[in-house]
């Protein structure tokens, strides 16, 4: 007699595999069931479209849901009595268990106290603030709360913006951008998810605010499309989805096997930083003016522009304004002009050079740009100020 094979047993799972979260989860979720298991796999958006395969095909064996729920979701969900593995879902949600049900969940703590962590090592901020845009569900307020415990730590406190992306009204954006715009500066901005900063960025260009000159942005997820494609790149905090969809299908695995399961956290979620340009580190105001000070002087020969001082700072055009204005109370085209004039009445000074020599060596164009240049800015012409010199 031949051995009597088993059917394989249909899994739904339930799953938004639009963000990178749920693509990771689907990753862990498949990389144990191609290698464990001959199980066949009906994947769906929502709740809802699990409950109408139901009615047409029949129960399936078990039920994976890697997405959260809110309370009237979940008791639909598990309604239908099938062994069930729940991931993102706080306990706090409802207690609907059976000896056939198990909640997974990341330390959404540990993730905001990682954040703050972060934040605290790229440089001194003057502003702390906590985004949120999903405030219908639990875990960012987790993020919250572990990103405040961390900042305290610090002696540090944060303020909590909360911009919902499903219903924010013109009026609601104009709230936050003005709220973005009382913050003392520099700020540092934790997003609970990458695209949570999405209308930050927005606000950020309504509001001239460089990134991350005068404010950093940290996201959650590591969605590389969406991060690397904002006008500064987006560092994200990577969660190990990957490693709790393998351990969210293993438990289904021991479910159907009969065994008892419990709920489980993890407890260190994140698996790794990934570092990009908004959170890159700003040099010290002093050094940043006293290094282009320096660049300044030993360039003022040639046609400098400030443009080219940024870049070899390696900021934005717009800090180094900034900070010449802080500590210099001038701008950084009137210190170019300044070492140029300096470098002009040195050689006419120390040298016989003609006027021709003299704007050849300093960079200009003709003789008659340099002393224009000049006479705006001294109030005579240089064989004047050469005369009036020597005669002093």
């Given amino acids: 007699m031949k051995p009597r094979l088993c059917a394989p047993k249909t899994i739904a799972v339930i799953v938004t595999a639009s963000g990178m979260a749920g693509r990771d989860y689907l990753s862990?979720?498949?990389?144990?069931?191609?290698?464990?298991?001959?199980?066949?796999?009906?994947?769906?958006?929502?709740?809802?479209?699990?409950?109408?395969?139901?009615?047409?095909?029949?129960?399936?064996?078990?039920?994976?849901?890697?997405?959260?729920?809110?309370?009237?979701?979940?008791?639909?969900?598990?309604?239908?009595?099938?062994?069930?593995?729940?991931?993102?879902?706080?306990?706090?949600?409802?207690?609907?268990?059976?000896?056939?049900?198990?909640?997974?969940?990341?330390?959404?703590?540990?993730?905001?106290?990682?954040?703050?962590?972060?934040?605290?090592?790229?440089?001194?901020?003057?502003?702390?603030?906590?985004?949120?845009?999903?405030?219908?569900?639990?875990?960012?307020?987790?993020?919250?709360?572990?990103?405040?415990?961390?900042?305290?730590?610090?002696?540090?406190?944060?303020?909590?913006?909360?911009?919902?992306?499903?219903?924010?009204?013109?009026?609601?954006?104009?709230?936050?951008?003005?709220?973005?715009?009382?913050?003392?500066?520099?700020?540092?901005?934790?997003?609970?998810?990458?695209?949570?900063?999405?209308?930050?960025?927005?606000?950020?260009?309504?509001?001239?605010?460089?990134?991350?000159?005068?404010?950093?942005?940290?996201?959650?997820?590591?969605?590389?499309?969406?991060?690397?494609?904002?006008?500064?790149?987006?560092?994200?905090?990577?969660?190990?989805?990957?490693?709790?969809?393998f351990t969210t299908a293993q438990t289904m695995a021991r479910i159907l096997r009969g065994a008892k399961v419990t709920d489980m956290t993890f407890a260190k979620p994140v698996k790794n930083i990934v570092l990009r340009a908004s959170t890159r580190i700003v040099p010290p105001t002093a050094r940043i003016v006293s290094e282009a000070i320096s660049y300044i002087e030993k360039n003022a020969s040639g046609s400098l522009h400030v443009a080219e001082i940024a870049a070899h700072l390696g900021i934005s055009r717009r800090l180094l304004d900034l900070r010449f204005r802080q500590i210099q109370n001038t701008t950084v085209l009137d210190a170019i002009a300044k070492a140029r004039i300096g470098q002009i009445k040195k050689k006419l000074l120390s040298t016989s050079y003609s006027i021709m020599q003299i704007s050849s060596d300093c960079g200009f164009s003709s003789p008659a740009a340099l002393v224009r240049f000049f006479r705006e800015r001294t109030g005579m012409t240089p064989n004047r100020w050469r005369q009036k010199s020597k005669e002093s």
């Fill in 28 to 245: 862990g979720v498949f990389r144990y069931v191609n290698t464990k298991t001959q199980w066949m796999l009906e994947l769906f958006n929502n709740v809802e479209e699990c409950l109408r395969w139901q009615t047409q095909h029949g129960k399936p064996d078990g039920v994976i849901s890697l997405l959260p729920h809110d309370r009237d979701s979940l008791r639909a969900l598990l309604k239908a009595n099938i062994p069930t593995v729940i991931v993102d879902t706080p306990l706090t949600v409802g207690r609907f268990h059976t000896d056939t049900t198990s909640f997974i969940q990341l330390n959404d703590e540990a993730i905001g106290s990682a954040a703050a962590e972060h934040l605290l090592s790229r440089g001194h901020f003057n502003s702390f603030v906590c985004l949120i845009d999903e405030p219908y569900f639990k875990y960012p307020f987790c993020r919250e709360q572990g990103f405040r415990k961390r900042l305290a730590k610090a002696g540090q406190s944060a303020k909590t913006v909360i911009l919902s992306e499903k219903d924010a009204s013109n009026r609601d954006i104009e709230a936050f951008d003005l709220t973005i715009a009382r913050l003392p500066r520099p700020i540092a901005v934790f997003a609970v998810r990458d695209r949570a900063s999405l209308k930050l960025y927005d606000a950020c260009r309504r509001l001239r605010l460089s990134i991350p000159d005068e404010i950093a942005i940290l996201g959650v997820d590591n969605d590389e499309l969406f991060c690397n494609s904002m006008p500064v790149p987006l560092s994200s905090i990577l969660p190990d989805h990957e490693q709790v969809g």
